[in-house]
Protein backbone atom coordinates (compact mmCIF):
# COMPACT_ATOMS: atom_id res chain seq x y z
CA UNK A 1 0.00 0.00 0.00
CA UNK A 2 1.64 3.36 -1.13
CA UNK A 3 0.61 6.34 0.64
CA UNK A 4 0.74 10.42 0.02
CA UNK A 5 0.18 13.54 2.21
CA UNK A 6 -3.43 14.56 1.78
CA UNK A 7 -4.26 17.76 0.01
CA UNK A 8 -8.14 18.30 -0.22
CA UNK A 9 -10.52 16.04 1.56
CA UNK A 10 -14.09 15.75 0.57
CA UNK A 11 -17.31 15.08 2.88
CA UNK A 12 -18.65 11.50 1.80
CA UNK A 13 -22.84 11.75 1.79
CA UNK A 14 -24.34 11.01 4.75
CA UNK A 15 -23.33 9.93 7.69
CA UNK A 16 -21.30 6.87 9.68
CA UNK A 17 -23.13 6.23 13.05
CA UNK A 18 -25.70 8.28 14.67
CA UNK A 19 -27.96 8.12 17.60
CA UNK A 20 -30.80 4.92 17.37
CA UNK A 21 -31.15 3.38 20.45
CA UNK A 22 -30.89 4.06 24.39
CA UNK A 23 -27.31 3.93 24.62
CA UNK A 24 -26.68 6.89 22.31
CA UNK A 25 -29.78 8.42 21.59
CA UNK A 26 -28.97 11.36 22.94
CA UNK A 27 -25.55 12.46 21.59
CA UNK A 28 -22.50 10.85 19.58
CA UNK A 29 -19.30 12.03 19.26
CA UNK A 30 -15.32 11.64 19.24
CA UNK A 31 -14.86 8.62 17.31
CA UNK A 32 -11.48 6.69 16.97
CA UNK A 33 -11.08 4.18 14.44
CA UNK A 34 -9.08 0.97 13.94
CA UNK A 35 -8.45 -1.72 10.65
CA UNK A 36 -9.69 -5.33 12.09
CA UNK A 37 -6.89 -7.94 11.30
CA UNK A 38 -9.87 -10.18 9.34
CA UNK A 39 -10.66 -7.25 7.22
CA UNK A 40 -12.90 -3.95 7.91
CA UNK A 41 -12.99 -1.47 10.17
CA UNK A 42 -14.24 -1.20 13.59
CA UNK A 43 -15.21 2.49 14.59
CA UNK A 44 -15.28 3.32 18.23
CA UNK A 45 -17.39 6.36 19.25
CA UNK A 46 -18.29 8.52 22.38
CA UNK A 47 -22.25 8.06 23.31
CA UNK A 48 -24.59 8.99 25.99
CA UNK A 49 -28.60 8.50 26.24
CA UNK A 50 -31.05 7.44 28.69
CA UNK A 51 -29.24 3.96 28.88
CA UNK A 52 -26.38 5.21 30.53
CA UNK A 53 -25.28 2.59 33.62
CA UNK A 54 -26.29 5.38 36.48
CA UNK A 55 -27.45 8.52 36.23
CA UNK A 56 -24.23 10.88 36.75
CA UNK A 57 -22.73 8.85 33.92
CA UNK A 58 -21.92 11.51 31.13
CA UNK A 59 -20.99 9.47 28.41
CA UNK A 60 -18.84 6.55 27.38
CA UNK A 61 -17.16 4.37 24.41
CA UNK A 62 -19.55 2.12 22.16
CA UNK A 63 -18.39 0.84 18.84
CA UNK A 64 -19.45 -0.38 15.01
CA UNK A 65 -18.09 -2.46 12.70
CA UNK A 66 -17.77 -2.37 8.62
CA UNK A 67 -16.83 -4.12 5.78
CA UNK A 68 -16.22 -0.87 3.66
CA UNK A 69 -15.56 1.68 5.78
CA UNK A 70 -18.92 3.20 5.39
CA UNK A 71 -22.02 1.12 5.82
CA UNK A 72 -21.29 0.49 9.79
CA UNK A 73 -23.20 -2.22 11.85
CA UNK A 74 -23.46 -1.39 15.48
CA UNK A 75 -22.33 -4.02 18.09
CA UNK A 76 -24.34 -4.61 21.34
CA UNK A 77 -23.11 -2.99 24.71
CA UNK A 78 -20.63 -1.05 26.15
CA UNK A 79 -17.18 -1.21 25.16
CA UNK A 80 -15.58 1.12 28.06
CA UNK A 81 -17.57 2.73 30.62
CA UNK A 82 -17.13 4.88 33.08
CA UNK A 83 -16.52 3.96 36.97
CA UNK A 84 -18.09 5.44 40.03
CA UNK A 85 -15.06 3.98 42.39
CA UNK A 86 -12.23 5.75 40.33
CA UNK A 87 -12.21 9.28 40.90
CA UNK A 88 -10.81 10.44 37.55
CA UNK A 89 -13.59 8.35 35.32
CA UNK A 90 -16.34 8.39 37.55
CA UNK A 91 -18.40 10.47 34.69
CA UNK A 92 -16.67 9.92 31.79
CA UNK A 93 -15.23 7.88 29.01
CA UNK A 94 -14.66 9.56 25.21
CA UNK A 95 -12.59 10.14 22.13
CA UNK A 96 -10.88 6.58 22.32
CA UNK A 97 -7.21 5.98 20.20
CA UNK A 98 -6.15 2.17 19.60
CA UNK A 99 -2.83 1.00 18.95
CA UNK A 100 -1.51 -2.70 18.45
CA UNK A 101 0.92 -4.16 20.76
CA UNK A 102 3.68 -5.94 20.89
CA UNK A 103 2.17 -8.88 22.10
CA UNK A 104 -1.19 -8.82 19.48
CA UNK A 105 -3.26 -7.50 22.08
CA UNK A 106 -4.49 -3.75 21.74
CA UNK A 107 -4.66 -0.81 23.69
CA UNK A 108 -6.70 1.74 24.03
CA UNK A 109 -5.96 5.54 25.11
CA UNK A 110 -9.09 7.65 25.97
CA UNK A 111 -10.30 10.98 27.83
CA UNK A 112 -10.95 10.26 31.08
CA UNK A 113 -13.47 12.65 33.42
CA UNK A 114 -13.79 12.69 37.00
CA UNK A 115 -16.26 15.26 39.21
CA UNK A 116 -16.13 19.03 37.16
CA UNK A 117 -13.18 19.81 39.77
CA UNK A 118 -11.01 17.44 39.11
CA UNK A 119 -8.98 18.29 35.56
CA UNK A 120 -9.60 15.80 33.30
CA UNK A 121 -6.44 13.06 32.41
CA UNK A 122 -5.62 10.39 29.29
CA UNK A 123 -6.06 6.68 30.92
CA UNK A 124 -5.93 3.77 28.67
CA UNK A 125 -7.45 0.26 28.86
CA UNK A 126 -5.74 -3.43 26.90
CA UNK A 127 -8.22 -5.92 24.65
CA UNK A 128 -7.50 -9.21 22.86
CA UNK A 129 -10.30 -8.90 20.67
CA UNK A 130 -11.42 -5.04 20.54
CA UNK A 131 -14.51 -5.81 22.25
CA UNK A 132 -13.89 -6.41 25.69
CA UNK A 133 -11.56 -4.07 27.08
CA UNK A 134 -9.86 -3.70 30.74
CA UNK A 135 -9.00 -0.22 32.47
CA UNK A 136 -5.34 -0.33 33.19
CA UNK A 137 -4.41 0.88 36.64
CA UNK A 138 -3.20 4.54 36.80
CA UNK A 139 -3.14 7.73 34.32
CA UNK A 140 -1.27 7.54 31.72
CA UNK A 141 -1.08 11.75 30.69
CA UNK A 142 -1.90 14.45 33.27
CA UNK A 143 -1.20 18.18 33.68
CA UNK A 144 -2.13 21.37 36.17
CA UNK A 145 -5.51 21.50 33.84
CA UNK A 146 -7.40 19.62 31.19
CA UNK A 147 -5.91 17.36 28.88
CA UNK A 148 -7.99 15.50 26.29
CA UNK A 149 -8.53 14.50 22.78
CA UNK A 150 -5.58 11.87 22.75
CA UNK A 151 -4.13 10.46 19.51
CA UNK A 152 -1.61 7.92 19.50
CA UNK A 153 0.67 7.82 16.66
CA UNK A 154 3.47 4.93 15.79
CA UNK A 155 7.07 6.57 15.19
CA UNK A 156 9.67 6.02 12.48
CA UNK A 157 12.03 5.88 15.50
CA UNK A 158 9.76 2.88 16.99
CA UNK A 159 8.32 5.24 20.08
CA UNK A 160 4.94 6.16 20.54
CA UNK A 161 3.56 9.55 20.36
CA UNK A 162 0.61 10.96 21.77
CA UNK A 163 -0.75 14.38 20.64
CA UNK A 164 -3.78 15.46 22.34
CA UNK A 165 -5.18 18.84 23.37
CA UNK A 166 -4.42 21.17 26.43
CA UNK A 167 -7.32 23.28 27.02
CA UNK A 168 -6.55 25.63 29.43
CA UNK A 169 -3.03 26.41 27.16
CA UNK A 170 -5.40 26.10 24.36
CA UNK A 171 -2.48 24.16 22.50
CA UNK A 172 -2.02 20.67 21.37
CA UNK A 173 1.04 19.29 23.01
CA UNK A 174 2.46 15.92 22.46
CA UNK A 175 4.40 12.91 24.67
CA UNK A 176 6.59 10.41 23.84
CA UNK A 177 6.85 6.58 25.00
CA UNK A 178 8.56 3.58 24.48
CA UNK A 179 6.73 1.08 26.70
CA UNK A 180 2.97 2.39 25.93
CA UNK A 181 2.75 3.03 29.52
CA UNK A 182 5.28 5.66 30.68
CA UNK A 183 5.26 8.72 29.10
CA UNK A 184 7.39 11.66 28.86
CA UNK A 185 5.80 15.10 27.67
CA UNK A 186 7.90 17.30 24.99
CA UNK A 187 8.73 20.74 25.76
CA UNK A 188 6.45 23.46 24.42
CA UNK A 189 3.69 23.41 22.23
CA UNK A 190 2.90 21.78 18.97
CA UNK A 191 0.29 23.81 17.92
CA UNK A 192 -1.52 26.97 19.18
CA UNK A 193 -5.19 28.18 19.13
CA UNK A 194 -5.99 31.60 18.16
CA UNK A 195 -4.09 31.65 14.93
CA UNK A 196 -7.39 33.54 13.23
CA UNK A 197 -10.38 34.53 14.34
CA UNK A 198 -11.95 30.78 12.97
CA UNK A 199 -9.68 29.42 16.02
CA UNK A 200 -10.37 31.63 18.31
CA UNK A 201 -12.01 29.41 21.08
CA UNK A 202 -9.46 26.42 21.50
CA UNK A 203 -8.32 23.07 19.72
CA UNK A 204 -9.93 19.86 21.18
CA UNK A 205 -7.79 17.38 19.43
CA UNK A 206 -5.48 16.40 17.03
CA UNK A 207 -4.69 13.42 14.55
CA UNK A 208 -1.33 12.93 12.65
CA UNK A 209 0.11 10.88 9.26
CA UNK A 210 3.59 10.65 9.97
CA UNK A 211 6.14 10.56 7.10
CA UNK A 212 5.68 7.34 4.34
CA UNK A 213 9.23 8.17 3.91
CA UNK A 214 12.16 9.47 4.66
CA UNK A 215 12.88 13.24 4.29
CA UNK A 216 8.96 13.28 3.79
CA UNK A 217 6.60 15.81 5.75
CA UNK A 218 4.54 14.38 8.58
CA UNK A 219 0.91 15.46 8.05
CA UNK A 220 -1.84 17.32 11.12
CA UNK A 221 -5.69 17.28 11.08
CA UNK A 222 -6.25 19.46 13.83
CA UNK A 223 -10.08 20.96 15.18
CA UNK A 224 -10.55 24.16 16.35
CA UNK A 225 -13.67 26.16 17.85
CA UNK A 226 -14.38 29.52 16.89
CA UNK A 227 -15.84 31.71 19.71
CA UNK A 228 -19.57 32.95 19.90
CA UNK A 229 -20.60 36.46 18.50
CA UNK A 230 -19.61 39.39 20.92
CA UNK A 231 -22.78 39.47 23.85
CA UNK A 232 -23.95 36.03 23.36
CA UNK A 233 -25.05 34.34 26.72
CA UNK A 234 -23.88 30.89 27.17
CA UNK A 235 -25.02 28.31 28.88
CA UNK A 236 -22.85 26.74 31.31
CA UNK A 237 -21.70 23.45 30.37
CA UNK A 238 -22.24 20.70 32.83
CA UNK A 239 -19.28 19.20 32.73
CA UNK A 240 -17.07 22.09 33.72
CA UNK A 241 -19.92 23.83 36.13
CA UNK A 242 -19.59 22.13 39.49
CA UNK A 243 -22.64 23.69 40.47
CA UNK A 244 -24.58 21.42 37.77
CA UNK A 245 -21.73 18.31 37.25
CA UNK A 246 -23.15 16.18 40.16
CA UNK A 247 -26.97 17.53 39.70
CA UNK A 248 -29.09 13.95 38.66
CA UNK A 249 -31.94 16.38 37.56
CA UNK A 250 -30.11 17.91 34.95
CA UNK A 251 -29.99 15.81 31.26
CA UNK A 252 -26.12 15.87 30.59
CA UNK A 253 -26.18 15.80 27.44
CA UNK A 254 -29.28 18.47 26.48
CA UNK A 255 -27.20 20.95 28.40
CA UNK A 256 -23.93 20.60 27.05
CA UNK A 257 -25.53 20.47 23.12
CA UNK A 258 -27.24 23.83 24.34
CA UNK A 259 -23.65 24.95 24.81
CA UNK A 260 -22.24 23.69 21.65
CA UNK A 261 -25.40 25.58 19.70
CA UNK A 262 -25.24 29.11 21.65
CA UNK A 263 -22.99 30.49 18.80
CA UNK A 264 -19.98 28.31 18.20
CA UNK A 265 -18.69 26.72 15.34
CA UNK A 266 -16.27 24.24 15.10
CA UNK A 267 -14.01 23.34 12.15
CA UNK A 268 -11.00 21.10 10.88
CA UNK A 269 -7.53 22.13 9.95
CA UNK A 270 -4.27 20.99 8.57
CA UNK A 271 -0.76 21.50 9.45
CA UNK A 272 2.78 20.33 8.15
CA UNK A 273 5.93 19.11 9.89
CA UNK A 274 9.32 18.21 8.83
CA UNK A 275 10.17 16.59 12.46
CA UNK A 276 6.60 15.86 13.97
CA UNK A 277 7.47 19.09 16.44
CA UNK A 278 7.46 22.29 14.51
CA UNK A 279 4.39 22.73 12.93
CA UNK A 280 3.41 25.21 10.16
CA UNK A 281 -0.75 25.79 9.52
CA UNK A 282 -1.88 25.44 6.05
CA UNK A 283 -5.09 26.48 6.22
CA UNK A 284 -8.99 24.98 6.65
CA UNK A 285 -9.97 21.87 4.98
CA UNK A 286 -13.29 21.02 6.42
CA UNK A 287 -16.41 22.79 7.51
CA UNK A 288 -20.25 23.16 7.07
CA UNK A 289 -22.30 25.30 5.66
CA UNK A 290 -23.43 27.43 8.97
CA UNK A 291 -26.51 27.54 10.94
CA UNK A 292 -29.31 27.56 8.37
CA UNK A 293 -27.64 25.20 6.77
CA UNK A 294 -28.45 21.82 5.43
CA UNK A 295 -25.28 19.02 6.16
CA UNK A 296 -24.64 16.92 8.77
CA UNK A 297 -22.12 19.03 10.13
CA UNK A 298 -23.35 22.37 9.42
CA UNK A 299 -22.41 24.11 12.90
CA UNK A 300 -19.12 21.64 14.10
CA UNK A 301 -16.57 19.03 12.46
CA UNK A 302 -14.02 18.30 15.01
CA UNK A 303 -12.54 15.24 16.88
CA UNK A 304 -11.08 13.27 13.79
CA UNK A 305 -9.38 10.16 13.45
CA UNK A 306 -7.75 9.11 10.13
CA UNK A 307 -7.25 5.83 8.69
CA UNK A 308 -5.00 4.52 5.41
CA UNK A 309 -7.12 3.03 2.75
CA UNK A 310 -5.85 0.10 0.29
CA UNK A 311 -6.02 2.76 -2.66
CA UNK A 312 -3.65 5.13 -1.15
CA UNK A 313 -6.24 7.62 -0.01
CA UNK A 314 -7.00 8.54 3.87
CA UNK A 315 -10.47 8.41 5.78
CA UNK A 316 -11.12 10.94 8.01
CA UNK A 317 -13.61 10.25 10.37
CA UNK A 318 -15.25 13.12 12.83
CA UNK A 319 -18.23 14.50 14.99
CA UNK A 320 -20.45 16.54 13.47
CA UNK A 321 -23.22 18.45 14.32
CA UNK A 322 -25.79 20.19 12.31
CA UNK A 323 -28.21 23.16 12.57
CA UNK A 324 -30.56 20.77 15.20
CA UNK A 325 -27.87 20.08 17.80
CA UNK A 326 -28.02 16.77 16.38
CA UNK A 327 -24.26 14.99 16.66
CA UNK A 328 -23.14 11.91 14.67
CA UNK A 329 -19.95 10.73 12.99
CA UNK A 330 -19.69 11.50 9.44
CA UNK A 331 -16.48 11.11 7.15
CA UNK A 332 -14.35 12.77 4.29
CA UNK A 333 -12.04 11.25 1.81
CA UNK A 334 -8.64 12.51 0.96
CA UNK A 335 -7.94 13.46 -2.54
CA UNK A 336 -5.27 15.01 -4.76
Not at 8 to 27: C, H, I, M, Q, Y
Amino acid sequence: MTTSTPTRWRNEPGWRVGGTRPLDASKVQAPGIVRMPEGGFRLFYTAVGPGKPYPQCQGYILSATSPDGLDFMLEDGIRLAPRPEVPFLSRRALAPTITRRPDGRWRMYFESRGPATRPTVIASAVSSDLVTWDLEDGIRLERPGDVGGPRYVAMPDGRGRIYCSSRDESAIVSAVTTDGLTFEWEPGERIASGLSELESSGITAADVIPPAASGAAWYMLYSAWQDVPPGTVVPPHPSSDPALADREDIDFAAASIAADMAGYRSRIFSATSRDGLRWEPTGLVLEGDGYGGTQVGAVHAEDMAVVALDDGRYRMYYAACDRNGVWRVASAISEG
